[in-house]
């Protein structure tokens, strides 16, 4: 294992931050690492993952109580995720946590536990799909769920600790507290970008000549690949236009920005487009032989993904015709 210098923090059941020593799990984190987000709820709700993805969900327990959740980078590259987990794993059953459930990457079941597992945003908490580690531990009603990432240049890891002690419903949040002044990110939903800065109405003529067009106002929840069961102008209308014209056959075509591994990121850009034509399908009655759903990852971005404002851009739902021959 890489050798690394540590130092000590406390994780923040019901105290917020604290020097070593102070009641609650002790955590030493790499010296190079910092924090760069934390979020405290006095009272809230958090589901400890107890086992892999199946069956359209992680089996787990739910636990009511202060949740607190934090993101460490540091800033050094690491050998691997378990040059990472391995310390805090041992802290934590050395502090008599015991390990609940542990994972890696495809054996937690990819990026569908990923998905259905509470993960802070991007730049803060980094995934890479491919790569990753998860564990959760439990002493009495403390409960603490580490997730462990890297990139090219840096290591990531979540951490996020439930204190159920004393809490009975109907409890009253506590006002005491307060976590640091880091880094609160807004995290964003996925939203299809529209081709212009004016958002016209996707017409047919355009996709005879033009190519390929984005279509504008689809919008996934963060990490879903699900559209959400509501109105989309830019499809009512692709539909329309294509049940006046039953023999052309188009294919809708998902993109992703850069996180994350390629083969993982065409999986999840095939599953959006997947969702636009069962919206097309089912929705409208559009036959089912003249749509397709492909992902091209992250292969063909339109803008710059060393940026928030371009990663976001590169994550779109395209669509093109692909009848070569076509008689209006």
Known sequence: ????????????????????????????????????????????????????????????????????????????????????????????????????????????????????TPVLPEPEMHIDLGDYRYLTAEKGEKAVTLLISR??????????????????NGAEPSSETASPALPQPIQTPFTAQTPTPSAEPL??????????????????????????????PSLDELAGWLKSNPKLKIAVVGHTDASGGLDVNIAISKKRAGSVRQYLIEKHGVSAAQVEAEGAGYLAPIASN???????????????????????
């Open 1 to 116: 294992m890489a050798k690394h210098s540590w130092h000590v923090v406390a994780v923040t059941f019901l105290t917020g931050w604290h020097p070593a020593g102070a009641n609650g799990a002790q955590l030493e984190m790499p010296a190079e690492s910092k924090a760069v987000f934390q979020l405290t709820e006095p009272l809230a709700s958090y589901t400890l993952p107890l086992g892999p993805f199946r069956d359209g969900g992680i089996p787990g327990k739910t636990l009511e109580g202060r949740v607190t959740k934090t993101a460490w980078k540091t800033e050094n590259p690491i050998r691997s995720t378990m040059d990472l987990l391995v310390p805090l794993r041992d802290q934590l059953e050395s502090q008599g946590f015991a390990v609940l459930f542990a994972c890696e990457s495809f054996e937690c079941g990819g990026f569908d536990f990923r998905f259905a």
């Open 151 to 168: 990139s090219s240049t840096a290591g990531f890891v979540q951490v996020i600790e439930v204190d159920a002690t004393g809490v009975t």
């Open 203 to 232: 017409k047919g003529d355009k996709l005879l000549t033009g190519g390929s067009t984005i279509l504008d106002g689809l919008e996934f929840p963060s990490g879903s690949t699900t559209l959400p069961d509501k109105t989309y």
């Open 306 to 328: 060393l940026t928030e404002e371009g990663r976001r851009a590169n994550r779109r739902v395209e669509v093109m015709v692909t009848s070569t021959q076509f008689q209006p």
